[in-house]
C-alpha cells in the first residue's frame, strides 16, 4: 500500500511556479531568486510533484493564527 504524501495532513500544499507568476509575485521583492532558502530534488514532496532543479516552489501553511502563509524555494541540491 503506497501513502500518496500530497494528502497527508502535515504537509503544506507545494506549487511548481511558472515564470509569468514568479514575475508577477517576486517582482516587487528586495532580494534576488538564487537567494531564496533551498529544497533538495530528493524531497519526497518534490519528487512527487516532479519538480526539477532550478524550479521554484509556492508553499503554502494553513495557520489557524495566520490564515494562509505562503512561502518560496528554490528546488537546489
Known amino acids: 500500500m503506497k501513502i ?15 515564470e509569468s507568476e514568479i514575475d508577477d509575485e517576486l517582482a516587487d521583492c ?3 531568486i538564487e537567494n531564496l532558502p533551498k529544497i533538495k530534488p530528493e524531497d519526497p514532496v ?3 510533484i516532479n ?13 489557524e493564527t495566520a490564515g494562509n502563509f505562503v512561502t518560496y524555494r528554490k528546488v537546489e541540491s
Not at 500518496?4 to 503544506?12: A, D
Not at 519538480?51 to 495557520?63: F, V
Open 4 to 18: 500518496n504524501i500530497l494528502e497527508h495532513k502535515l504537509v503544506p500544499k507545494h506549487e511548481i511556479m511558472s
Open 30 to 32: 528586495d532580494f534576488k
Open 46 to 48: 518534490v519528487k512527487q
Open 51 to 63: 519538480a526539477q532543479k532550478g524550479d521554484i516552489l509556492r508553499i503554502t501553511r494553513e495557520s
